[in-house]
């Protein structure tokens, strides 16, 4: 059921100085991560500024992520909007394009009630043959999918098998695992708790972490699901206060400027996000220094 297993890496999309997206670093940033262990390319999600992407680039990044990866790991493409029929579309392209599978985030703005996120997905579900995974991240987008629901939509569409929690909610999570009594397939949503969600039955993370540290995101997985949990929490407790710094600022701002420090060249954000504060940034350098990565002259 599982479309992969351990670390899929939320990427960015890189731009150029005039706000344009730049394909061909996208397409460097996609070898990067697959020589760096990543399992999984995740596009054209929050990280990814798919919010302020048009239609046509959101495609054209899928594309590119899909024909760069060239089958060497699965290709995820964030296809949700708060409208039904957008998210079929997107998702349809997807598919087309070849993608392996596809996340859906919850509809934002317009808050659907539990009845509604059900309708919602189902209809998505209908129109498309891929694997679904499910986005959970209500402090985004206003609406929090509950257990019951997720356990629902899982038992009724053969083709949605997976959530992404970014919840924060453990007891909510842990519940979900009760009901859900294997249907469904967890994938922590924040990097701060990929051992905790682990230790409830998950079997990797979609990661902001993985732009910056493919390798260790990969690796505290991949040592929890071999056995070596001990192993796996000292890496997630050592990675914790560089995690936290990532988001000392909303997502993308901190891990673009992070990867801009390390001369990956990702360029800047798009409007309405802003270039990261310099006290924040300085907090991010530092952090990234403790770690042990070493920044650009």
């Known amino acids: 059921m599982a479309i992969f297993k351990g670390a899929g890496v939320a990427i960015v999309t890189p731009m150029h100085a005039d706000g344009s997206v730049n394909f061909e670093k ?3 940033t996609i070898d990067y991560q697959i ?10 999600g929050t990280t990814g500024e798919s919010s302020t992407l048009s239609e046509e680039e959101h495609i054209e990044c899928i594309r ?3 024909s760069r990866t060239a089958g060497r790991i699965p290709v995820i493409a964030g296809t949700g909007s708060n409208s039904t029929e957008t998210a079929i579309y997107l998702t349809k392209e997807a598919e087309e394009a070849g993608a392996d599978g596809a996340l859906v985030v919850t509809p934002y703005y317009n808050k659907a009630t539990q009845k509604g996120l059900v309708a919602h997905y189902t209809e998505i579900a209908k129109h498309t043959d891929m694997p679904i995974i499910l986005y959970n ?9 509950a257990p019951e629901t997720a356990v629902t939509l899982a038992k ?3 083709n949605i098998v ?3 929690e970014a919840s924060g909610n453990i007891s909510q999570i842990a519940t979900l695992m009760q009901l859900a009594d294997g249907c469904i397939d967890l994938y922590s949503g924040n990097d701060d708790e990929v051992v905790p969600i682990l230790s409830l039955g998950g079997i990797g993370v979609i990661s902001v972490f993985s732009n910056i540290c493919p390798r260790d995101s990969h690796d505290i997985v991949a040592k929890y699901l071999a056995g070596d949990v001990k192993g796996s929490l000292e890496m997630q407790l050592k990675a914790l206060p560089l995690m936290h710094e990532l988001f000392n ?4 701002i901190p891990v673009k400027a992070a990867m801009n420090l390390l001369g990956m060249n990702v360029g800047p954000l798009r409007m309405p996000l802003s270039e990261i504060e310099p006290e924040h940034k300085a907090r991010l350098a530092a952090a990234m220094k403790a770690y042990g990565l070493k920044l650009a002259e």
Do not use: F, M, W, Y
């Open 64 to 66: 590119t992520a899909i």
């Open 249 to 252: 600022e909303v997502n993308p």
């Open 35 to 44: 020589e760096n262990g990543t399992d999984s390319i995740v596009i054209c």
């Open 156 to 158: 009724t569409c053969d």
């Open 162 to 164: 997976g959530i992404k």
């Open 137 to 145: 991240v209500q402090s985004r987008t206003g609406v929090n999918i």
């Open 26 to 28: 996208l397409e460097e």
